[in-house]
């Protein structure tokens, strides 16, 4: 096993990370911008150094700096967390040129799962589903409008290079088509280098389902069931389940079946995501991420399997400890990204100190949280703060148990996104698991709600 663990990240994801090093005995150490020098991942580890500098170019994601702090300090591994260098393949390449660990997949699978037309190619030959589109990039319009008529309007091009949705377009008919071509093609050009486009069927109301994975280096792989992340804003999810109200036991194996062969085919190990997309009773391949997820929490609730520590376990060479048949999945978990962004107010991002910091807790509760009372907010970083996670014998004890613990969450200072998880909680269409892709713009009336929250506080007075 590891002795000593770099961890190439910030907030909560670090300090989860940090917790598990702990227990295993492994010692941690911090990297931090200047922003961070406070932050509980600086705090917690055993070794902390610093970055020097703010933006992500010059800390996280400045592959040199870390390599060097990690040779430095004698690391054994290296884990990246999600975000920042976690899916570059050219990180994952120095750190192995390095000598070190890198806690994840191969680069080259990095590099595969990164380029979507690649992707889309292996799923067709493994004969798993994806939506009808182009079986390579689209190099000319004309080729595009012929490819458009055969598979029908709308039609969603999107970028090789994309992933997360990033700078998709929808084009409803012909005469929109090069416009919407022209938009991905630039966005793909300036933030990713690579302007290769292909175009799907769009499907119009769909439900974001993904599968978790774990594979080992001898060839083990798992699945550990689904999230389903239907509700989403600008592609930033904000509410996320398992299992999904919609997946039957039968379809549960088949996403899980396809997950884990898709896994084989690329000789996958550590942690990974297998995203679809579902409609109408099928489900349909969309990108496979190959790192750890934000949501990854609602699974270990479920499946009682710490995901960081297997990753561990893995990178180190350790065999699974379980087989598929070992896996089983209690109750349902929720959970809710606390922000801060005002939901009065478009979502803008609310920095600033936080003056009074209260977490709620109680049986069936988690709290993975990267701030504290006296925690500045700074406009640099994601303005996620914390998770809120529920657990409960069954989906209504999930829900209420969130709602009575956004209740509870005290954050003072920025303005957070409480008020409106907690409508969401409230919503009937979620209470009925009514939900989909569309589910925010569809429930403008929780905005209401929202307001109501705020003005009581959740609180009665007597
Ligand atoms: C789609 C889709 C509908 N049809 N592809 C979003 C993340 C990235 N992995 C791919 N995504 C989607 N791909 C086809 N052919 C819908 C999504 C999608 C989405 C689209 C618009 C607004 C919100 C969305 C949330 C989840 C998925």
Not at 131 to 137: E, I, T
Not at 197 to 218: A, C, M, N, S, T
Not at 252 to 266: H, L, N, P, W
């Amino acid at each position: 096993m590891f002795k000593k663990v770099l961890v190439a990240n910030r907030g909560e994801i670090a300090v989860r990370i940090i917790r598990a090093l702990k227990e295993m005995g492994i010692l941690s150490v911090a990297v931090y911008s200047d922003a961070d020098r406070s932050s509980l991942h600086t705090q917690y580890a055993d070794y902390a150094y610093s970055l020097n500098g703010d933006r992500s170019i010059d800390t996280y994601m400045n592959i040199e700096k870390i390599i060097k702090i990690a040779t430095d300090t004698g690391v054994d591994a290296i884990h990246p967390g999600y975000g920042f260098l976690s899916e570059r393949e050219t990180f994952a390449r120095a750190v192995e040129e390095a000598g070190i660990t890198f806690i994840g997949p191969d680069s080259k699978v990095i590099q595969l799962m990164g380029d979507k037309i690649a992707a889309r190619k292996l799923m067709q030959s493994l004969g798993v589903p994806i939506v009808r589109g182009s079986k390579r990039a689209i190099s000319q319009s004309g080729d595009a409008r012929k490819l458009a008529e055969k598979i029908g309007y709308p039609v969603l091009i999107k970028a090789a290079a994309g992933g997360g949705g990033m700078g998709m377009r929808v084009a409803y008919g012909p005469e929109e088509l090069e416009q919407m071509l022209e938009n991905v093609r630039n966005h793909a050009a300036s933030v990713f280098g690579d302007s290769s486009v292909f175009i799907e069927k769009y499907i119009e109301r769909p439900r974001h389902i993904e599968v978790q994975i774990l594979g080992d280096k001898y060839g083990n792989i798992v699945h550990l069931g689904e999230r389903e992340c239907s509700i989403q804003r600008r592609h930033q999810k904000i509410v996320e389940e398992s299992p999904s109200s919609v997946i039957t036991p039968d379809i549960r194996e088949k996403m899980g079946a396809a997950a884990t062969a898709i896994a084989r085919a690329v000789n996958y190990h550590s942690a990974g995501t297998v995203e679809f997309i579902y409609d109408k009773g099928e489900f349909y391949f969309l990108e496979m991420n190959t790192r750890v997820q934000v949501e990854h929490t609602i699974t270990e609730m479920l499946a009682g399997i710490d995901i960081i520590k297997t990753q561990i376990r893995i990178a180190a060479g350790e065999q699974l400890s379980f087989k598929q048949q070992d896996i089983s999945f209690r109750g349902h978990a929720l959970e809710c990204r606390i922000c801060a962004e005002n939901p009065l107010n478009g979502f803008i991002p609310s920095p600033g100190v936080i003056t009074e910091y209260s977490a709620p807790g109680g049986f069936g509760l988690r709290v993975d949280s990267g701030v504290y009372s006296g925690y500045e907010v700074s406009t640099y970083y994601d303005s996620m703060l914390s998770k809120l996670i529920s657990w409960g014998n069954d989906r209504n004890e999930a829900i209420s148990r969130m709602q009575r613990a956004l209740n509870e969450y005290v954050i003072a200072g920025p303005k957070t996104n409480i008020p409106y998880l907690w409508a969401v909680m409230g919503s009937n269409d979620f209470r009925c698991g009514n939900i989909s892709t569309k589910f925010i713009e569809e429930h403008e009336h929780l905005f209401d709600e929202a307001r109501m929250f705020v003005k009581k506080m959740g609180r009665i007075e007597g």
